[in-house]
């Protein structure tokens, strides 16, 4: 079955730092890779998502994540971490058909 | 500006009541879409629709239906709120067309519901 893995529940970091957050899937093809985040008490915004082409993809608010096939993996990183960017980070996978499979989320913490 | 609206931001129910829970969005997108969102479970999806009048059921419907009757308005419903829906609640949209949809998806703010 398809699945998504975030092995990190959270994570803190510095403000400052650099970031990665981790991502696999379990799927058999190349499925849609997407990065959304929760900012509290707030909906899921789009932070970038990888269709095909350039594995390594731009998003918003600085942040950037790279798929690799061979790992089914789809990182999320950022090199310099604000103190806004605390939330909650979520990987989706969509195989097709309309279901969207979530991880369970990353909870970022920044401190100062 | 894309625009997820749903109508309670927090509720308040009691076990056994009906609870509707009204999701609007201005984008003229064909799909919309109702998760729920718990602690260490992520989203999990409970109904979609891709049209008018159509819905699919997601991965855990039981216990709701939903509603489709303008391209714009996707409702929730819970016949008889039971203690284990306090959960949080999510409408999404899509700006896919029929029958197509690549998974970016929109989100209104959710809804917090607790069922005493």
């Known amino acids: 079955a398809q699945s998504v893995t975030q092995p990190d529940i959270h994570i803190t970091v510095s403000e400052g730092a650099s970031l990665e957050l981790r991502c696999n899937y379990s799927?058999?093809?190349?499925?849609?890779l997407f990065w959304y985040v929760q900012s509290p008490g707030q909906g899921l915004q789009l932070l970038l998502k990888?269709?095909?082409?350039?594995?390594l993809v731009q998003g918003i608010k600085g942040f950037e994540a790279e798929f690799k096939r061979s790992q089914s993996s789809f990182n999320l990183r950022k090199p310099s971490v604000h103190w806004s960017d605390a939330a909650e980070y979520f990987c989706?996978?969509?195989?097709?058909?309309?279901?969207?499979?979530f991880g369970a989320g990353t909870r970022l913490f920044v401190k100062a | 500006d894309v625009k997820v609206t749903q109508s309670s931001r927090y509720l308040v129910k009691r076990t056994g009541e009906k609870v509707f829970l009204e999701c609007v969005q201005d984008?003229?997108?064909?799909?919309m879409f109702w998760y729920r969102q718990d602690p260490g479970l992520g989203l999990r999806l409970i109904y979609f629709?891709?049209?008018?009048?159509?819905?699919e059921k997601g991965d855990i419907p039981e216990g709701y239906s939903v509603s489709r009757e303008k391209k714009e308005r996707f409702s929730l419903i819970l016949e008889s709120a039971s203690t284990n829906q306090t959960s949080m609640y999510l409408c999404?949209?899509?700006?896919?067309?029929?029958?197509?949809?690549?998974?970016?998806?929109?989100f209104g703010e959710g809804s917090r519901l607790t069922v005493l």
């Open positions: 999404a949209s899509s700006p896919s067309g029929k029958g197509i949809h690549t998974g970016e998806l929109f």
């Open positions: 984008m003229d997108h064909e799909n």
């Open positions: 990888y269709f095909s082409g350039d594995t």
């Open positions: 629709s891709y049209d008018v009048k159509m819905k």
């Open positions: 989706a996978v969509d195989t097709g058909g309309f279901k969207t499979i």
């Open positions: 799927y058999g093809a190349t499925p849609y």
